[in-house]
């Protein structure tokens, strides 16, 4: 087992993408962040999605997470998902709320369509004013489901982590 752990939440490939080109990386164990009830990851119904997303966002939900995830067995944890609504999904909350990542580094990522990071990372600090917060990579959706390793690379190295 590694001290790294790549979480992330994905619906539509491109953050789970990043992970595990981030994961080859760092040789970093993975898991996701799957949510107890699945969000239809059909893209033609994108704009049910989206709305769902508003909503949950908009009565500030916290969709429960299926499993318990290995949080207090790393100390270096990375943390990828897509961006909604200009933020990140409400299940990311929800992981802030149940784990504490107090002493941990965490390193986050996230796939967007345009809007950077969103301040997510901010808010991550925010969330977690215990831990160690590293410079995040946001990664253009079009982009990761190329394959981005370069630019991973490049930004795993500038963070000191290979």
Known sequence: MSDKLV???SVYGTAR????EIVRQTGADIAEIKPAVPYDNDRSHYNALAKLAKKEHDEDMR????WTLPVAEHETIYIGYPM???TFPMIIYTLFDQYDFSGKTIIPFNT???SGDGGTYATIRK??????VL???PVEMKQAERGDAQRIVQWLKSIGQI
């Open 112 to 114: 967007h369509m345009g």
């Open 17 to 20: 993408a990043v992970a595990e």
């Open 127 to 132: 969330l977690a004013p215990n831990a160690t």
């Open 135 to 137: 410079d995040g990579l």
């Open 7 to 9: 979480l992330y939440f």
């Open 63 to 66: 969709p429960a997470i299926a």
């Open 84 to 86: 909604w609504w200009y």
